[in-house]
């Protein structure tokens, strides 16, 4: 598994291939997979010498005396996807691999996902955390920099990195992500794609109603008319419902009107919080709307994990489904809708203009450096090894065992062996270089017609997002006390008084949903909480650039 070198420079496809197969938080959340070039502007070759080679980066500036091990202790997030007979996320195949490898012995330390905060917060108080912490939290990690628990960076960079520094010199949009009061703390490398959300239409339907894809809310109001009155299942019963939602329902309205609930925007001069802002009241309104005329399926505020929702699609029952571009319902959507043909909509204009879909921020897991390490030497040498080589063998496993060279591009032998024993070891990889694109997806998805199928789609769904610029006013939300105090408390009466407002009829109209947010937020210190946003802001506005 340590010689497919020649595939160094070769856009690598196979997150495609695990979004499939993980589950959805992991990919469209944040990706156990991710980021850029191929090896174009990322550079494997300029890197730390030879795969393998046990030679020195850092031996001839080295501060780090003779004696000490090449041995470092790194966090992994723990999924429970390791099979008992490739034995355990500490110990395994690719441990061993790595550390031959890499010339670094990486004591593994696995953290369940679901539970990070709490581990974390146990192992660092104790002392006991290891020596690389990774997270996509940031404000996880913000903590732990204001604790002085980890360590800057940059003077590491200099002495002992060539690889991941010319990486974040060739990626300066990952500069904000990893700096911490204004010096880098964390590595990190870009997400395989930054696409998230979209809309997907029964484009059959459309043609059967001789309707056009909607290019403003007010069409895509008119076809989800058109979608409930005129049979576009044609099985001759009023059986349809328009809209399908997701977890990305609400977030793709809020989108669609600048207004995203939980980030905050810049308003002549100040932060407002999303769900603050007078154009929330237009987010209220077409929630509302939809629900009134039966738009959307009217029990998706009770349908918790959007189960129902998603069965009315896969059904053949919804016309419009408000989504995630890795869609994992597809297969059995395609094999209940043998002739649908689905394509995503680009984001509809409102009377504020057209915004994008989300665009996830740029970079993938974060990696921040225990104060107490021993040697960030050997981080620096395995961290490089990985960026350059090590996480394409990973990914695609051993070739002529696990994967086959395709023009270049490694297609998956067999899926069920991939799955057992390669797809775990995504974990792995801090730093990579995996980039997806329409083509790269397209070439992975092999001989499987709806593999094929659902390439193509997601390719334009991913061209679609990269098309529109979606606002985004600060790269990272913020996470100063006073508002992680209250927040939490904010989100469920806000969550409540949306609800209010969707079935409430005239009673709740969006009005009274806008000042009963407002009254809640200042109820809950808001004031204050928006005082010290501008705070924050002054003072971390020099990272953001
Ligand atoms: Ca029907």
Not at 337 to 354: E, F, L, S
Not at 395 to 403: F, N
Not at 496 to 521: F, Q, R
């Amino acid at each position: 598994m340590n010689k497919k070198r020649g595939l160094g420079n070769v856009v690598k496809v196979w997150s495609v291939m695990l979004c499939t197969l993980l589950a959805l938080a992991a990919c469209s959340g944040n990706g156990g997979n991710a980021s850029n070039s191929g090896g174009k502007d990322a550079n494997p070759a300029a890197g730390s010498g030879p795969k393998g080679a046990n030679t020195n980066a850092g031996g001839e500036k080295g501060s780090i005396k003779e004696s000490e091990p090449m041995k470092i202790s790194a966090s992994i997030y723990d999924r429970g996807k390791v099979a008992a007979d490739e034995g355990s996320y500490e110990h395994n195949r690719w441990t061993k691999w790595m550390d031959e490898q890499s010339g670094v012995d990486v004591e593994w330390v696995p953290i369940t996902r679901n539970q990070e905060a709490d581990k974390f917060n146990v192992l660092v108080a104790s002392g006991q955390a290891p020596d690389l912490i990774s997270s996509y939290d940031r404000n996880l990690l913000a903590r732990f920099v204001d604790q002085g628990a980890v360590q800057p960076i940059d003077d590491y960079l200099d002495q002992y990195s060539t690889v991941y520094k010319q990486y974040l010199e060739a990626h300066p949009e990952l500069k904000p992500y990893v700096t911490f009061n204004g010096q880098i703390y964390a590595v990190a490398s870009l997400r395989n794609t930054r696409a998230l959300t979209t809309v997907w239409v029964r484009q059959d339907w459309l043609d059967k109603l001789k309707l056009k894809v909607p290019t403003t809310i007010e069409e895509l109001i008119d076809v989800a008319r058109a979608f409930r009155d005129q049979d576009p299942d044609g099985n001759g019963k009023p059986d349809t419902v328009p809209i399908a939602g997701s977890l990305a329902y609400t977030p793709i309205i809020e989108d669609l009107f600048f207004a995203r609930g939980w980030e905050w925007f810049m308003e002549d001069g100040k932060l407002v919080y999303g769900n603050l802002l007078d154009r929330y009241k237009d987010v209220l309104a077409f929630q509302k709307q939809v629900y009134d005329e039966g738009l959307v399926d009217k029990e998706y505020l009770t349908d918790k994990n959007f189960a129902r929702q998603q069965q009315l699609w896969v059904t053949g029952k919804a016309g419009i489904y408000f989504e995630y571009v890795t869609m994992t319902s597809f297969p059995d959507f395609k094999k209940n809708n043998p002739d649908a043909k689905v394509v995503p909509i680009p984001p509809v204009a409102t009377k504020y203009g057209t915004n994008g879909y989300q665009e996830e921020v740029p970079n993938y897991l974060l990696t921040v450096f225990n104060q107490n390490m021993k040697n960030p030497e050997a981080a620096f040498k395995f961290l490089d090894w990985m960026l350059a080589d090590g996480w394409d063998d990973i990914t695609s496993g051993e070739e002529g065992v696990h994967s086959t060279n395709v023009d270049g591009i490694p297609v998956i032998m067999d899926t069920e062996k991939y799955n057992k024993e390669v797809a775990y070891a995504a974990e792995y990889r801090l730093l990579h270089q995996d980039k997806l694109t329409a083509e790269s997806i397209a070439a992975a998805a092999g001989d499987d017609p709806i593999a094929r199928e659902f390439a193509q789609i997601k390719g334009d769904a991913m061209k679609v997002a990269e098309g529109t610029k979606y606002r985004k006013d600060l790269p990272y939300r913020p996470d100063f006390k006073e508002l992680i105090d209250m927040e939490a408390q904010f989100m469920k009466k806000r969550d409540e008084i949306i609800a209010s407002v969707v079935i409430g009829g005239s009673k709740h109209t969006p009005e009274w949903g806008a000042a009963e947010l407002l009254k809640e937020w200042n109820r809950l210190g808001g004031e204050e909480v928006n005082k010290k946003a501008m705070e924050w802001y002054e003072k971390n506005k020099a990272n953001f650039e």
